[in-house]
């Protein structure tokens, strides 16, 4: 049983999401007596579907007893993190024969990688990009063959647009696969040094791209703990993954063998009358875990719109509200950069996952009475997989971390509560990521400086007009605005102006994602300046105070004055044409807010 706020916590969500909830289960449950949909379509339908199949698959194609897994993969060689997915069909095919079934590749979907679009007009794209991805899914899904799927994908707004589709096919099992971080390349520490070296002008392009290329280097996920790790970390956590597939870095035997296995298992449960599906597998409970490992891993802000989006495909409304009172009670056990030094690769060495999940449990921070891929309990997953000769099997994972450093056990935490909060107060709603944040920096108070884009600070910077206390408001950033892009640009620039000894802050209504570093930054702001939020009503020299302690972000301004003001918009038209933005004006119209998941599907 977990401690009294985790259940508290849960038991609001459950309470908040009973009519919604039991509207998707109603219609997943329907769509789950109706039977196998492949039995019930057409010879017509049936053979479009299995002409490029081989000939024995051809004859068991309309069987009922023969299982299809559809495969959604994310594959393309320019992501780091999905190339190796490149072999992984042939894979998943050759397993599932052997295990009496079949497998066909159901659909593509696009994955665009925010570290080439950062700081260009593609990066527009990207979190619109989350919800292309789960519209691509369902039309993967819909042609109504398979039993099962598996999810191939590892990075940013894909794993969460894969979820999102796939529960719109919530009466399937669902295993995600994914591919591993690539080994350690140059130090985290040494990277944001020559970062900030760059920022200052002490260095050229040449020295910088030589770092970066020497920390982006191989195949494989980067590995830092942005927001690709944290999404393996949270599919782990709600039982998507099979136990300790995360981090198991591409191009190894034992990659392959989980791979193999994940296939395997997608036909063990298609078979199984007795299966919990996707749908019913999300449920309250598991959301809950998947915020308490958030927090207290320290992972990516982006999950906080994430996970409300996916609660939502699912039927439960959860809230900031939610996030920040669990990080009241969630110790933080993780350093994984950029909340230390460490990489992904050194906390899979640590004791990783299993551990995490151990102590977490014993410590009654998680509900274990959950339903994953590998069976009935989240204690499975205090389980490391391994070779013995050339079989998969799994043990018991390690007992205590083995660097203290980097993981710890619950009890004996970095810090007592999570790294993440809501800030409240006259300027609006924002989250904050304190986790790699000194103390020191955790209240700053400071005079207003307001810019519409990114480009605007970096040219102040550069020609020296930011050296002094102040909090640099960046509006306009929101989904509505140009669709929330990363603004991590500013990252190098701010830590520089830090380190000289100046209080600096941001806030903005865009994102900051997994990396927003050592600056306390309030993001997501709500509601965002295009909604006519108090951001836009913002003036250079109003005195703001951010509190990472309190929970508030305000203006020194009563509410009659903060009123009485005009919202001041300049404009985002110029970023809504060019690099495709002009098709995605429908999404930028009707998407959500932040804090409901900036979502344009619900």
């Not at 994984?336 to 899979?348: G, L, M």
Request: charged residues 20%; aromatic residues 6%; proline residues 5%.
């Amino acid at each position: 049983m977990p401690i009294p706020q985790i259940q508290r916590v849960t038991d609001r969500i459950i309470a908040r999401s009973q009519e919604s909830r039991r509207a998707y289960l109603d219609a997943i449950r329907t769509a789950k007596d109706q039977g196998p949909h492949r039995t019930s379509l057409s010879c017509g339908n049936l053979a479009h579907a299995c002409a490029a199949s081989p000939d024995q698959e051809k004859s068991e194609y309309q069987e009922q007893a023969t299982v299809n897994i559809g495969i959604i993969t994310a594959y393309n060689d320019m992501l780091s993190a999905h190339q190796p997915f490149e072999r992984y069909p042939a894979l998943i095919k050759e397993a599932a024969r052997e295990a009496g079934g079949m497998a066909q590749v159901a659909s593509g979907v696009p994955a665009m990688c925010d570290g080439v679009t950062q700081g260009q007009d593609g990066m527009e794209l990207s979190l619109f990009s989350r919800d292309v991805i789960a519209m691509a899914t369902a039309i993967g899904l819909s042609h109504n063959v398979f039993d099962a799927a598996l999810c191939l994908g590892v990075c940013d707004k894909i794993v969460p647009g894969l979820l999102i589709g796939a529960l719109s096919f919530g009466h399937l099992p669902v295993l995600f696969v994914p591919a591993g971080p690539m080994p350690s390349g140059l130090p985290n520490k040494e990277k944001a040094r020559i970062r900030q070296e760059f920022a200052a002008g002490k260095i050229g392009r040449k020295e910088l791209f030589e770092a970066e290329s020497a920390s982006y280097h191989s195949a494989g996920t980067c590995t830092f703990y942005g927001t690709a790790n944290t999404n393996q970390m949270l599919m782990e956590l709600m039982g998507l993954h099979l136990p300790g597939a995360a981090f198991v870095n591409p191009g190894t035997e034992l990659r392959e063998a989980l791979t193999q296995e994940a296939a395997r298992t997608a036909c063990q449960l298609a078979k199984n009358p007795d299966v919990v599906p996707l749908g019913e597998q999300i449920d309250e409970k598991t959301i809950t875990n998947a915020i308490v490992g958030l927090l207290a891993t320290g992972g990516s802000t982006n999950l906080t719109i994430h996970l409300i989006a996916i609660a939502k495909a699912a039927g439960i409304q959860i809230s900031w509200q939610d996030f920040s009172d669990l990080s009241e009670v969630v110790p933080f056990i993780t350093r994984i950069y950029p909340n230390s030094q460490a990489d992904v690769n050194h906390f899979h060495a640590a004791g990783g996952f299993a551990y995490l999940v151990s102590t977490l449990l014993e410590n009654g921070y998680l509900h274990e009475d959950v339903n994953t891929v590998a069976g009935r309990g989240l204690r499975r997953y205090a389980q490391e997989p391994f070779l013995e000769g050339h079989a998969l099997k799994w043990r018991a994972g390690a007992q205590q971390s083995l660097d203290p450093d980097i993981l710890r056990s619950a009890d004996n935490p970095f810090s007592p509560t999570g790294g993440l909060k809501l800030l409240d107060g006259n300027i609006g709603r924002s989250v904050i990521k304190y986790s790699a944040v000194d103390e020191a920096h955790h209240i700053v108070e400071a005079p207003a400086v307001i810019f519409n884009d990114q480009n605007a600070f970096l040219k102040a910077f550069e020609e020296g007009e930011l050296h002094r206390d102040f909090v640099a408001v960046l509006k306009e950033q929101g989904p509505k605005s140009n669709g929330m892009p990363e603004l991590h640009k500013l990252t190098p620039a701010l830590g520089v102006l830090q380190d000289l000894g100046y209080r600096v802050a941001l806030v903005t209504d865009g994102r900051m994602s997994g990396a927003s570093g050592k600056v306390p930054a309030a993001i997501h702001m709500s509601p965002e300046a295009k909604d006519g939020g108090n951001i836009a009503r913002l003036r250079d020299g109003d005195l703001l105070r951010l509190d990472a302690k309190a929970g508030s972000l305000t203006v020194a301004l009563t509410d009659e004055e903060l009123a009485g003001r005009d919202v001041r918009l300049a404009g985002t038209n110029m970023s809504h044409r060019g690099s495709g933005r002009e098709i995605f004006a429908a999404m930028r119209k009707n998407v959500s807010s932040a804090e409901e998941g900036a979502s344009s599907l619900f």
